[in-house]
């Protein structure tokens, strides 16, 4: 069973930084892709970023570019979205998404992932 655990998130100053941590189990680490998607309460779920493995394209939505990074540890296949110079209009609640057993691909549209962690929250307050 497919399985992914976000963790990370938490509240920082505008400008501050976090690093989310996605964690997937249950389903083999040859070939996925995985993105972060964000939900603000009233507003629709957001693609912000995606990468694949192995050494798949990675892609941002314009906002984040340049500010947020994404990573995937091969080994443990820990997917890692590093925030920087966060704003107020990035608060949300963040996802993980994957879908497995695709190779060079990813895309930042909800409904072409099957499977969902919890999400963690993340705010941005002075």
């Known amino acids: 069973q497919v399985q992914l655990v976000e963790s990370g998130g938490g509240t920082v100053q505008p400008g501050g930084s976090l690093r989310l941590s996605c964690r997937p189990s249950g389903f083999s680490l040859d070939y996925y892709a995985i993105a972060w998607f964000r939900q603000a309460p009233g507003k629709e779920r957001q693609g912000i970023s995606c990468s694949s493995s192995p050494d798949g394209p990675t892609h941002y939505e314009d906002s984040v570019k340049g500010r947020f990074t994404i990573s995937i540890d091969n080994a443990t296949g820990v997917v890692y979205l590093d925030m920087s110079s966060l704003q107020p209009a990035d608060p949300a609640v963040y996802f993980c998404?994957?879908?497995?057993?695709?190779?060079?691909?990813?895309?930042?549209?909800?409904?072409?992932?099957?499977?969902w962690g919890q999400g963690t929250q993340v705010t941005v307050s002075a």
């Open positions: 998404a994957t879908k497995i057993n695709r190779a060079n691909w990813c895309g930042l549209r909800s409904y072409e992932y099957p499977d």
